[in-house]
């Protein structure tokens, strides 16, 4: 059995939390084995959390990052950026995000904003 045979995460309308480690799993796991996983699943996962967001007043941030990872992964940036901005505009020092923020503009071929995100950056270790 492999990593990716152990590693479920299931996305509910009942669903809250998403732990930094499920995220970071998922992300290597994105990022190691891209072969493993399934555009449907992908598909899957993106209606499911939608349905949630419709139905709450509440977007997590780690929901919005996750989903970002996935459309990464589909290779449609401009969905996974309108994510990350999303994100951005209600923590704007994450980390995590505006790394991920900045690789997304530059596989989009947008160098301006991704340099305006390096400067952000920047600013943020300082």
């Known amino acids: 059995m492999d990593d990716i045979s152990l590693v479920r995460l299931e996305f509910t309308e009942s669903s809250n939390d998403l732990s930094d480690e499920k995220i970071s799993l998922l992300d290597s796991i994105l990022q190691?084995?891209?072969?493993?996983?399934?555009?449907?699943y992908f598909n899957r996962m993106i209606k499911k959390y939608t349905t949630f967001s419709n139905n709450s007043s509440i977007e997590?941030?780690?929901?919005?990052?996750l989903v970002s990872l996935v459309y990464?992964?589909?290779?449609?940036?401009?969905?996974?950026?309108?994510?990350?901005?999303?994100i951005r505009l209600r923590d704007p020092y994450n980390k995590r995000n505006l790394n991920l923020l900045r690789n997304l503009y530059r596989l989009n071929g947008d160098f301006v904003q991704e340099s305006k995100t390096v400067i952000q950056l920047a600013n943020l270790k300082n």
């Open 32 to 40: 190691e084995n891209p072969e493993k996983f399934q555009y449907e």
């Open 60 to 65: 997590s941030i780690q929901y919005l990052y």
């Open 72 to 86: 990464r992964r589909l290779q449609n940036f401009t969905a996974a950026i309108q994510f990350s901005e999303r």
